[in-house]
């Protein structure tokens, strides 16, 4: 029988990147590109919170967000909406396939790591909180809708090029 660190380690099948969304400047109009570099230790090049932080800044733990691509309509129907788009809720990787926030482990000694396309590995630091601008994007009770939706934060551990359409995988590091 399987145990609960075998169980939380594994998805049904692989996930696949929909969306890259870059914030190039606070309060920016986000940008939908087709690739870009993840750089590790700093995130992805051309995003204000990762790879385009201000020299000599420490590593944040916030390096990259995700969000799963079956949340987007669900947040349209909690705000009322019709759709709601990548772009407007300001998380860089929209994932489809993977229930990101099984993503993170139970166990404090066993990180979870997301693998994406051939190069790219991402570790999963923690939940993704909305912020205050979901209000003015999504109109009232946008940051209500947000909650328990917003995805989750990683930190580059190595990087290379992500595409939109790579596989997204779902892989325990080996001992440290």
Same mark, same amino acid.
């Given at each position: 029988?399987?145990?609960?660190?075998?169980?939380?380690?594994?998805?049904? !099948?692989? +996930? !696949? &990147?929909?969306?890259?969304?870059?914030?190039?400047?606070?309060?920016? *109009?986000?940008?939908? /590109?087709?690739?870009?570099?993840?750089?590790?230790?700093? =995130?992805?090049?051309?995003?204000?919170a990762g790879a385009g932080r201000r020299p000599g800044a420490s590593p944040s733990r916030r390096q990259v967000t995700l969000m799963q691509a079956e949340h987007l309509p669900v947040i349209a129907a909690l705000t009322g909406r019709d759709a709601? %788009?990548?772009?407007? &809720?300001?998380?860089? &990787?929209?994932?489809?396939?993977?229930?990101?926030?099984?993503? !993170?482990?139970?166990?404090?000694?066993?990180?979870?790591?997301?693998?994406? +396309?051939?190069?790219? %590995? %991402?570790? /999963?630091?923690?939940?993704?909180?909305?912020?205050?601008?979901?209000?003015?994007?999504?109109?009232?009770?946008?940051?209500?809708?947000? !909650?328990?939706?917003?995805?989750?934060?990683?930190?580059?551990?190595?990087?290379? *090029? /992500?595409?939109? =359409?790579?596989?997204?995988?779902?892989?325990?590091? +080996?001992?440290?």
């Open positions: 029988m399987d145990n609960l660190r075998e169980l939380s380690s594994r998805m049904a !099948r692989p +996930g !696949r &990147l929909e969306a890259i969304v870059l914030r190039p400047a606070r309060r920016a *109009v986000p940008l939908l /590109v087709q690739e870009v570099q993840a750089v590790a230790g700093q =995130g992805l090049e051309g995003d204000r709601v %788009l990548p772009a407007e &809720l300001r998380r860089n &990787l929209v994932i489809s396939g993977l229930n990101l926030l099984a993503a !993170r482990s139970p166990f404090a000694d066993q990180p979870l790591r997301l693998r994406i +396309g051939a190069d790219v %590995l %991402l570790d /999963v630091t923690g939940p993704c909180a909305p912020c205050s601008r979901m209000e003015e994007v999504l109109g009232a009770g946008g940051y209500a809708a947000m !909650r328990g939706h917003g995805g989750v934060t990683a930190v580059v551990v190595a990087g290379g *090029v /992500v595409r939109v =359409g790579d596989a997204v995988v779902m892989e325990t590091p +080996g001992p440290a």
